[in-house]
């Protein structure tokens, strides 16, 4: 019996006409679709009247939820993967399964889609021809670690950050990058409340400082001058 695919499946970050074609497609006829929540999923397969079989699959559970998945995999299921957001695996779970597939040697297939901090990184002016991706910062364990090394970081850097830890955050690295260094702050990405706003690291301290920060963010901050 031939084994089924693993497809990871892009979703929109914001606006839902950002949804594929194929994207579409796939939900509709894979075996069974694994969705980090499965409310959130729900809302998606309704509005494109996709009617499917879910799984609940997050970063809780991924570990035990593994060997059942490539189970059905073997068995020859073709199964699809959503996160709440975006492209699966890109500070979502997406990277475990993706690895144990590739080990057992079944075939994994990402497409094409919606991922925040490709806009971001475009619409901020900052260089986007070499970038560095951190993702999220460590709330605590080892997050000053994680500034002093993006000090020495040398081409632009791109980080996710949620709305209650975006002055924190921007305070942190002026502190640690200087605060006359370039930054732009992304929020709300293909949404109705889609802003940019640019300057250096002090300037977006006072910003956000006096504007409450509201919605997911991407920040890009320039790299360090050589």
């Known amino acids: 019996m031939a084994t089924g695919k693993l497809y990871i499946i892009p979703t929109p970050v914001?606006?839902?006409?950002?949804m594929t074609f194929r994207a579409i497609r796939l939900l509709k006829e894979v075996d069974l679709i694994l969705a980090e929540d499965t409310r959130t999923t729900s809302f998606l397969l309704k509005h494109f009247e996709i009617v499917n079989k879910m799984q609940s699959y997050h970063k809780f559970n991924e570990h035990k939820a593994i060997a059942h998945i490539v189970d059905r995999l073997n068995a020859g299921e073709n199964?699809?993967?959503?996160s709440d957001a975006g492209t699966p695996g890109i500070s979502d779970p997406g990277f475990l399964i993706s690895r144990e597939c590739i080990k057992a040697g079944i075939e994994v297939e990402c497409l094409p889609g919606a991922t925040a901090f490709v806009p971001a990184l475009v619409t901020s002016g900052i260089p986007c021809d070499k970038f560095y991706f951190e993702g999220?910062?460590?709330q605590k364990k080892g997050r000053m670690t994680?500034?002093?090394?993006?000090?020495?970081v040398t081409t632009?850097?791109?980080?996710?950050?949620?709305?209650?830890r975006v002055v924190k955050t921007f305070t942190q690295l002026a502190e640690y990058l200087g605060g006359d260094r370039q930054a732009a702050a992304c929020r709300e990405i293909s949404k109705m409340?889609?802003?940019?706003?640019?300057?250096?690291l002090r300037e977006l301290v006072n910003h956000f400082?006096?504007?409450?920060?509201?919605?997911e963010?991407?920040?890009?901050?320039?790299?360090?001058?050589?």
């Not at 199964?79 to 959503?82: D, P, Q, T």
């Open 193 to 200: 409340h889609e802003e940019t706003v640019r300057g250096t």
């Open 146 to 152: 994680r500034l002093q090394a993006l000090a020495e």
């Open 14 to 18: 914001g606006n839902l006409e950002d």
């Open 79 to 82: 199964i699809g993967l959503v």
């Open 136 to 138: 999220f910062l460590p």
């Open 217 to 226: 963010f991407v920040l890009i901050i320039a790299g360090k001058d050589q």
């Open 156 to 164: 632009t850097i791109v980080l996710y950050e949620s709305p209650y």
């Open 209 to 215: 400082t006096e504007k409450e920060p509201r919605g």
